[in-house]
């Protein structure tokens, strides 16, 4: 499970890389909440930007990665290669394999083609 000592690793890294942003985006999900993350982001000169909560909307991509991670049932992956892998691996399955409603319960390939 991740925490909010994960969270503040993991952007503590990425602001020491990447350098600070203005914004980070988050959900209100508790490791994004907690008053330590808060009091580090305010301390380097970073605002935080709160997802209302029920606006999945307001962040599409995030959205969208996390129900993919969930279709994967994966939380963990041992390298960015393995993610990688396995992301395009899904990826390619649900544009050519896996039957969509749109495609009249097709896969999207043979829909094309047969069309």
Same mark, same amino acid.
């Given at each position: 499970?991740i925490n909010s000592?994960?969270?503040?690793?993991?952007? !503590?890294?990425?602001?020491?890389?990447r350098?600070?942003p203005?914004?980070?985006r988050?959900?209100?999900? !508790?490791?994004?909440t907690?008053?330590?993350?808060?009091?580090?982001?305010?301390?380097?000169?970073?605002?935080?930007?709160?997802i209302?909560?029920?606006?999945?909307?307001?962040?599409?991509?995030? *959205?969208?990665f996390?129900?993919?991670?969930r279709?994967?049932n994966?939380?963990?992956?041992?390298?960015?290669? *393995?993610?990688r892998?396995?992301? *395009?691996n899904?990826?390619?399955?649900?544009?050519?394999?896996?039957?969509?409603?749109s495609?009249?319960? !097709?896969?999207?390939? !043979?829909?094309i083609?047969?069309s």
């Amino acid at each position: 499970m991740i925490n909010s000592k994960h969270v503040l690793d993991t952007i !503590s890294e990425l602001f020491l890389i990447r350098g600070i942003p203005e914004y980070i985006r988050s959900d209100n999900g !508790s490791e994004f909440t907690e008053k330590m993350l808060r009091k580090f982001i305010e301390d380097v000169g970073a605002k935080t930007a709160y997802i209302t909560p029920g606006s999945p909307w307001k962040n599409g991509f995030i *959205e969208r990665f996390n129900g993919t991670l969930r279709e994967l049932n994966r939380e963990v992956f041992y390298s960015l290669k *393995e993610a990688r892998a396995m992301i *395009e691996n899904f990826r390619c399955e649900y544009n050519s394999v896996r039957p969509h409603s749109s495609f009249k319960y !097709s896969a999207p390939l !043979s829909f094309i083609s047969s069309s």
